[in-house]
């Protein structure tokens, strides 16, 4: 299995709404990431949780809350978000450290209303 | 700290045209270069690495050579195909592999 698996891979929330995005791998990866993509931009990091501990969280708002339940499983809880937070949220892995390319997923298009 | 710049297009050209992408990097010590090919509506997918200096990466006949001297990771094709119409994203991975840091994207357009 070399694929990063996203779901949903589109949600439509509301302002008050709680919400989770997925992701799950099933290649040993230790390190994985969440990114936020606006049209026409390169991917923003996020979060990244190094052997399921969080190693960075690049000044995100706490309405985005990440959680690494196991080595395989990576969520994104999601509370009071904004229409400016729609974007397409990707998810990656990568062997410990990432010299050796990352593994993205297909994403979860997320529209705030 | 660490940057990716790259010709930010669009780029378009005719089917079986020569492509040339310009990426140039800044980065203390060894970083990993990479290309990224972003389909409309997918996610990346990776293109083709190079992980020290003078490495060739290639794949689906895009090619590219990591250049220490001139900081560079130039994406190439002899002859581009409407399905290559996509974004190019040139990235690194810093030393300590933390972060995947990107450049803007390349938009390119092949018409028939």
């Not at chain 2, 250049?67 to 195909?81: A, D, P």
């Not at chain 2, 119409?85 to 040139?90: E, K």
Request: charged residues 20%; glycine residues 8%; aromatic residues 10%.
């Amino acid at each position: 299995d070399t694929e990063v698996t996203q779901t949903p891979k589109h949600l439509v929330m509301g302002m008050t709404n709680k919400k989770s995005l997925k992701c799950e791998q099933h290649m040993g990866h230790r390190a994985m990431y969440w990114y936020k993509q606006k049209a026409k931009k390169p991917p923003e990091l996020m979060f990244v949780y190094s052997y399921e501990k969080l190693s960075i969280n690049e000044s995100v708002p706490s309405r985005f809350s990440p959680e690494c339940p196991n080595s395989s499983l990576l969520n994104l809880h999601l509370h009071a978000l904004q229409p400016e937070d729609s974007a397409l949220y990707l998810c990656a892995s990568s062997p410990s450290g990432g010299s050796y390319g990352y593994t993205f997923g297909s994403g979860t298009r997320l529209t705030v209303v | 700290g660490d940057s990716v710049t790259q010709m930010e297009g669009p780029v378009t050209l005719s089917e079986e045209a020569f492509l040339t992408i310009n990426c140039t990097y800044t980065a203390t010590g060894y970083p990993s270069l990479f290309w990224y090919v972003q389909y409309p509506g997918e996610g990346l997918q990776l293109l083709l690495k190079a992980t020290k200096a003078d490495d060739k990466g290639s794949n689906k006949g895009f090619e590219a050579t990591y250049r220490k001297e001139t900081t560079s990771f130039h994406l190439e094709k002899g002859s581009v195909q409407v399905s290559d119409s996509a974004v190019y994203f040139c990235a690194l991975s810093n030393q300590a592999g933390t972060a995947l840091i990107f450049g803007k994207g390349t938009t390119l357009s092949v018409s028939s």
